[in-house]
């Protein structure tokens, strides 16, 4: 099933490139819907094709030898995903599941990767985000030499973290199972950390994300400026 | 001071670009001696040149919060690194130091940005290389979640080992404390580890190498098909 153009239109990545070849993708693309926990990307498949959220939220996920799920990252409506394997050609490094129910555009491989390269803006914009995401998971990698979970927790959330002139926000917050897969702790232990810093007035739930009301306890725990006292069980 | 021509010429990064734009850059281009241990990148300084590894051997690493350092990735030479910051514009985001003595060529940010994104072969190499770093840190991420320390030692093996016909080795292997800053272990377990797969015939320190004479168990202890027995603490 051909996509309408228009959707193409309004995907960030694809905005700079001509009305024909945008055209002439719409024709060749095709349009899939995903259940909430449906897997959208198969870990160790072949990189098929270039894949847009259109509607819905994903998480690159992994798991460990013992079977537990580790938290990898997010993609929000007008990301793309499956990119690593389009453009080394190895297979999909993770699985890609939808968190909630969830629209995927797929641009056949062949099809994308030489436009990908052959535009400069596509180019930076694709190493630009790249690059962030080598910066994001060095980041994590960072957080799990953490010992004390107050602290993984408070880094995480810096990581996660918007500040706009006169509030911060997590936007889209992960639940505690989430950030707990993403750490490396017990759903229970990032639950207690949340109770703790509610108390004390750093964070709050507002729908969807997380009101930030104290950015420097945030930042200073995360720092280890300020000793993570609390819950100390990993 | 200028750079050779000819010394641009071999770093595969520039190989495809045109001799009258490489006579340029050697124009512009400077180069440095480092002593072992010196620092070659500042953490959170400007990314304020593309830098290219001429000779000797350098390491990407961080500090957790209580000073312990975490090895991330080599440099070896003909590779460029310092190229996250050169892109995003945002600052450096780990340090580089010279593991062995080390000569680096520095190509200035604003002359090499530009011509990365409007030649298609190189924008190609390093959508290529940024794919394969988030490849490799989502795989070391993956190793942080496994709890027995054989079983992190065999799966990062796993993850630098190069597999020939008739052998396997771990070229440029690195030393056991480097090992053990990379997954989270102290030196002492990494080298209790390594007696162990020595005494089994797993693998033999063959100069600056390692060779992996039986990949199949390195393959199991790490994907947990073959129970991780041995030292146990981490």
Chains 1, 2 share one sequence.
């Not at 926990?37 to 690159?60: D, N, P, T, Y």
Request: with cysteine; aromatic share 6%.
């Amino acid at each position: 099933m051909p996509v309408p153009q228009l959707v193409l239109n309004q995907l960030p990545l694809l905005a700079g490139l001509p009305q024909v070849t945008l055209a002439h993708l719409a024709q060749q693309c095709s349009e899939r819907a995903f259940a909430k926990r449906e897997v959208v990307l198969q870990k160790g498949s072949e990189g098929g094709a270039l894949c847009f959220l259109i509607e819905g939220r994903l998480q690159g996920v992994d798991f460990t030898v013992d079977g537990r799920e580790v938290g990898l990252y997010f993609v929000n409506p007008g990301d793309y995903f499956g990119d690593i394997a389009v453009i080394d050609g190895e297979t999909q490094p993770v699985y890609v599941t939808a968190v909630s129910r969830s629209r995927v555009v797929f641009v056949p491989r062949d099809l994308i990767r030489p436009i990908l390269f052959a535009h400069a803006k596509l180019a930076e914009v694709l190493c630009t985000s790249l690059s962030q995401r080598v910066r994001q998971l060095s980041g994590q990698r960072r957080i799990l030499g953490m010992v004390n979970p107050v602290q993984r927790v408070c880094a995480q959330l810096e990581l996660m973290m918007v500040v706009a002139p006169d509030s911060a926000w997590v936007r889209n917050a992960p639940t505690h199972q989430e950030l707990a897969i993403m750490i490396n702790a017990s759903r229970e232990t990032v639950t207690r950390v949340f109770q703790l810093l509610q108390s004390r007035g750093v964070v709050e739930r507002s729908g969807n994300d997380l009101r930030v009301d104290n950015t420097d306890f945030i930042r200073d725990v995360a720092s280890g400026r300020k000793p993570a006292d609390g819950p100390a069980a990993a």
